[in-house]
């Protein structure tokens, strides 16, 4: 993960991502189809390379089904 967005917080909020899809029984493809992306957007997401802002975190937050909170704790 790159250094400059790294931290502890960030990086316990995307092991909660990268939970909550494989809960949903989600391969990245997935969920790239979902959104639009290629597989890599979502890769890129879950390796920490690319930070999300909010609309996008509630937009995954609903293709897991999940509350944004669920992603906060």
């Known amino acids: 993960m790159s250094k400059t ?6 990086a316990r909020f995307i092991d909660r991502l990268r ?3 494989l809960e ?6 997935d969920v790239a189809k979902k ?3 290629p597989q890599s957007y979502i890769s890129r997401i879950e390796s920490g390379e690319y ?5 996008e975190v509630k937009r995954l937050a609903k293709i897991y089904g999940k509350s944004i909170e669920y992603f906060l704790k």
């Open 24 to 29: 949903a029984g989600l391969k990245q493809i």
């Open 35 to 37: 959104v639009k992306r």
């Open 51 to 55: 930070r999300l802002d909010i609309l």
């Open 19 to 21: 939970k909550a899809r």
């Open 5 to 10: 967005i790294q931290t502890k917080e960030y």
